[in-house]
Each structure stands twice: as C-alpha cells, then as structure tokens.
C-alpha cells in the first residue's frame, strides 16, 4: 500500500504544471525583478564611489596599452608564411608557470578626451545634431577594457603584448545605463580596473566622467566587461593572475564584481533561449496579438498603429579589412560594436520617424572572432516598442552580426547586441507604432524586449528618485 501510494505521489501532472506554469507566481516573479532593480542600483553606486577611491591610489602606468595592430599588414603575411610555427609552439604552451599576483590599482588605466579644450577633437565625435557619437565612445570602452586585462596580466609597465603566449577576448558585456547625458564642452574621461578574477576570466568595470569647466566630476556611465585568457596555441582557457586586496574599497569591489558574475550567470539561466515563458507573459502576448495582430492577411501590409517585426528588419554586409585588426590578426571587437550601435541607431531613427535618444546598451555576448577578409552580415531588427510618462517612445533594438567565409560561404553568428533608444516629449512623433511578431521565435524575441524595457525603466526611475 505504500509503494503504491508513493507511486501515485509521483505526478505526471506536476511534469505538465511545470510546463505550463515554469516561473513563480505573479507576485514573486515581481518580487524578483525589483530585487534585481535594487541590486543593480545599489551596486552601481557602490561601485562609483569604490573605483574612485581606488583609482586615487594610483599615480603610475595609467596610460592605457594599445590593443589595435600598429604593424605593417603586408609584413603581417610576410611573417605568417616564414615564421616557424614550432618556436611559437613551444613559447606558447608554458601554461604552468606561477603567476604573480596583481593589486588591484596596477591595472588602473585611462583615456582623456579634451573635448572642451579641444574643437579639433571634438569635431571628430559630433553627430548630426551636435552631440557625441556614443558609438565611437562604446569603441573606446571595449578598447580600454581590453588594455586593462593586459596590464593585469603583464604588469603595470607593459609596452608590449605580441609574443606573451596568450591573448584576451571580451565575452559579454553587461548592461550599460547612460546616468546622466553627454556635455560636448566638457572634457571625457575614460577609466577602469580589474575588479575581479576567476580561474580564466576577468570582470573589469570602466567608467565614463565628464570633467573640467571649473565643476566638479559627473559621472556618466559605468559599465562591466567579462574577459577570459585563452592559449594562443590551443585556444583553451588559461590561468590569470590572481589579485591582491589591500584595502576594504578593493576588498569592497572584489565582491560586487563577485556578485555581478553570480547575477549574470543566474539570468542566463532564466533566458527565453532555455526556459519558456510565464503564464503572464503568455496571456500578455496573446491580447497583444488579437489587438494589433489577428485578421491581418499572411501577406497584407501592416497597419497604421503596427508594423510586423519581420517588416522592421535593416541589413548590411561588410568586407573586413585589415585596418580594423586587433593585436591577434582579427577584427577589433570595439569597431563591431560601432557598427551595430549605429545600424540600431539608424532603424531605431527609421521606425520612429525621427531622432532617437541613447538609453541604454542592454547586453552583448561576443561568440566568436571575425577573421579578416571576411563579410560580416549585420541584421538589425525592432523587437519592441513602449513609452512611459518620461518618454513619450521607447524602442528596443536587437542586432544580430553574421560572419560570413568567402572560402566555404559558411555563416556563423558572432555577437549579439541590445540596444534601447528613446524619444523626449518635445521631439517624439505623434504616434508610437507597435511591433507585433508573427513566428514562435518573434514572440520570443518581443518578450526579450519586454523585458528589457520594462527592468531599464524601474532602474532609471529608481536612480532619478
């Protein structure tokens, strides 16, 4: 009677409930999300006053390293074809030596532009409407992100990189909230540090300030960049150096970044990739579809207040050219995330129907490098569109880069990219016009959005409280 009865208390039904009903209840599903919010907040201040009081130690070495290739491309090749591949072989698999540790200052670096003193400088970074191109400024970020993983690898005093046996990719970057808007008569300064290491990997967390005119420093964005070391010989991951914490700021930073990886690692575990959605959102996407999507014909155009996310999507292809490598021979990671800002900025302005506004990056994965002399496919799309009392339009861009082989015509996705756009009251069009998916995978992608939009607006409002 007993096996029977634990038999019985084995549900099938439970299997079919997860299914149906794979997250908390409404309330704790919220709970969690303004636990998040918190989190990100709280940790993002923490993080601004922890980098400044540790960054003031440092009085030495803050010049960044360069990670773009300075050399000769035509003796790149000369060197790939004559070089006797066994030396770099036996160079490079020494992954047992004992490492250094590293205090956390050492890899202090920054990046000064003088924009308010500069015209010159400053006519290089304007945008059409006289503010600053956040795409070349996104290029400097992931530069300096890289720069600082190699002075925390090779010293404070670094010159060089070419030849160290390893080299250091950028795997995600988390989310990116503008706090406060770009002064074009100001200086900007550029800055970061290691704040975290794991067995291979590197969390660096960089920072943009706008300084000078006589006011006091403001910080305009903080961001974080997971690096990971590999083997340049057998691409396997490989040891970094392990830090030093000397004082309770960089004790303080050691955990936050911590708890970021842990954070991200959690959400990646929730992603829509994996997971199916909530019974809310489920509800929520069907009303949504029978308002704006049932009884339009497979075919017939989309309506004046909608627009099929199939319709939204804006492409170009790419030759890679040499000019744009990177230390390692392939494309710099920096100038892919130009790109796509700026293929989003355009679809963003395009669907809007007039200028949009930089809120936030909300995400990049970096899957693989871009050979040169490769076409990289970009293919933006509209995912999802708001608005709030704030802004009037919200739109959430998502863009998908494609590496494409001239050899064997193989296409890989390589990055990526979320990018939110807004719209102020005294810009914003008329009308906001909705994007409705058509396909399971549309619906997912819309969700994504959804999300992204609505955990960007609480964080916002938090921080303007």
Known sequence: MLSFTLRRAKPRVLAHARFIHPTPPLENAKADTHKAVAEENKDVSSMDTLLRAVSESCLFFVTAVPVRSRGLWSETLLNAT???????????????????????????????????????????????????????LMEHLDSLAGSIAYKHMLGPSVKKIQG??????????????????????????????????????????????????GLPDETVLIGRFSMVCRNSTTHRARKVNPLILATSEERGLHELGEHMKQRRQSSALKSLSRVPPSSEEAAELHTFYLKHGQGQAEGSDSGLDHVWMGDTVLEKCLLMFPQERNIHQKIFGGYLMRLAYELGFANASMFTRGHVRFLSLDGISFARPVPIGSILRLRSQILYTASSAQYP????????????????????????????WCQDTETASPDLRKVVPKTYKEAMLWLEGKRAIELGAEIRGLRTK
Do not use: C, W
């Open 82 to 136: 004559s070089k006797p591949a066994a030396l770099d072989e036996a160079k490079e698999l020494k992954d047992d030596t004992p490492l250094a540790p590293r205090n956390m200052h050492e890899s202090y670096s920054e990046l000064v532009l003088p924009f308010g003193s500069s015209s010159q400088l400053l006519e290089q970074y304007t945008n059409a409407s006289g503010g600053i191109r956040t795409g070349k």
């Open 164 to 213: 160290s046996g390893f080299y250091i990719v950028t795997a995600s970057v988390d989310r990116l909230d503008m706090l406060s808007p770009l002064d074009p008569t100001r200086d900007l300064r550029l800055s970061g540090q290691v704040i975290y290491t794991g067995h291979s990997s590197m969390e660096v967390a960089v920072k943009m300030e706008s300084t000078g005119k």
């Open 393 to 420: 339009i919200l739109v959430h861009v998502g863009v998908k880069a494609n590496v494409v082989d001239v050899k064997t015509g193989q296409e890989q996705t390589t990055n990526d990219f979320r990018f939110t």
